[in-house]
């Protein structure tokens, strides 16, 4: 299914409140004892919005929870451990903008001899516009796609994340049904800096989530050849009542503040989602899942495409060297 659903913010907007009131077909409800003790998460972009909601849920879980961000520490964590009644919670910088920053953030956890059971990449950004960064790439490509795809490779490479067929870890992206972009993958134009202004703003966002759902199935196929080592699942949580539109002219703030208070799910509903990929018994032994909020979907066609996946691959290896 292509379709331009989600290409404007009005759109966006418009579509994903409408979304919300469609008959769905939940794919199960977690139950209290699917509980997390023991177990190690790290979820990035954790002190705001979904991420923070995300933290708190799975410390509320029993689980040890690392939130890697670039801001709010250590308070964001003190408010989770405050909120979830859970000592067990960290805070590890990372700055997904900065390449090295998150070099930096894969030796702090190797010097603590961490092993994350569940990652959840969850960071994103929605920019005002184009902004170049200092390995010269544009921020939200970055954000939105680039880091997580070293940072995923980083944390598998360097045994952070163990591959384990008999209690396979999770890898959760927090993506969004605006990957259903017209646009396909253009491999070649991958990385290459260009302005751009709010108005192309949403696209972008889109064709990133197509870019990190794509790495998602890839991912998935590389990791579980034969036997499923590590479940890889990606999810749209539908609109949120967060400060992802923090860069949002300010003549609209007012309106869109009201509509997101109106309409939107708070982030504690919006993690319904990603709390049953991360803790759902039932997903043992399962790869490759995408849940529109809490139903189960099929990705976008390009996502799946074998071919489309191995070029990203190879074009993301490729951009990455030399940084
Ligand atoms: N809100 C929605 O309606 C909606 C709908 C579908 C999908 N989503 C997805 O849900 C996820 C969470 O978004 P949200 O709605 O919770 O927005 P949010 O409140 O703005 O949270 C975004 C998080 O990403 C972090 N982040 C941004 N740039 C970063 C960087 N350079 N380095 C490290 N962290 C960075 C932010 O940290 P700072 O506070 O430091 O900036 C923040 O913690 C995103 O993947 C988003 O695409 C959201």
């Not at 995300?54 to 929870?65: D, F, K, M, S, Y």
């Not at 960064?133 to 490509?141: A, V, W």
């Not at 870890?169 to 972009?181: A, D, K, Q, W, Y």
Request: hydrophobic share 45%.
């Amino acid at each position: 299914m292509n379709n331009q659903k989600y290409d404007s913010a009005f759109k966006a907007t418009m579509n994903g409140i409408l979304d919300l009131f469609k008959k769905q077909i939940p794919i199960g409800q977690l139950s209290d004892n699917e509980r997390l003790d023991g177990k190690t998460c790290l979820v990035t972009g954790a002190n705001s919005g979904l991420g923070f909601a995300i933290a708190t849920q799975l410390a509320e879980r029993g689980a040890h929870v690392i939130m890697a961000c670039r801001n709010d520490i250590p308070n964001a964590g003190i408010e989770v451990m405050k909120l979830s009644g859970n000592k067990n919670v960290e805070m590890l910088f990372v700055d997904l903008s900065e390449l090295q920053s998150i070099d930096n953030l894969v030796v702090q956890l190797k010097e603590k001899s961490i092993l994350i059971d569940i990652c959840i990449f969850n960071a994103a950004v929605v920019p005002k516009g184009s902004l170049k960064t200092s390995s010269g790439f544009d921020q939200m490509f970055l954000v939105n796609y680039l880091s997580t795809f070293k940072l995923a490779n980083l944390l598998l490479s360097e045994n952070i994340i163990v591959a384990n067929a008999a209690q396979a870890p999770r890898i959760i992206f927090v993506s969004s049904e605006s990957h259903r972009t017209q646009q396909p993958i253009d491999v070649d134009h991958l990385g290459v800096f260009e302005n751009y202004t709010m108005g192309k703003v949403i696209a972008l966002y889109g064709y990133y989530k197509l870019l990190m759902n794509t790495f998602a199935t890839e991912l998935s196929r590389r990791l579980n050849a034969d036997k499923i080592n590590v479940s890889v699942f990606a999810l749209c949580p539908g609109p949120i009542n967060s400060n992802i539109a923090r860069a949002a002219p300010k003549i609209f703030m007012p309106l869109l503040k009201l509509i997101f208070a109106l309409f939107f799910k708070s982030p504690k509903e919006a993690a319904a989602p990603v709390l049953y990929l991360a803790c759902s018994h039932s997903l043992q032994n399962t790869t490759g899942m995408y849940l529109h909020l809490m139903q189960q979907k099929m990705m976008d066609d390009k996502a799946l495409d074998p071919i489309s996946g191995k070029k990203l691959w190879e074009k993301s290896e490729a951009l990455l060297k030399g940084h």
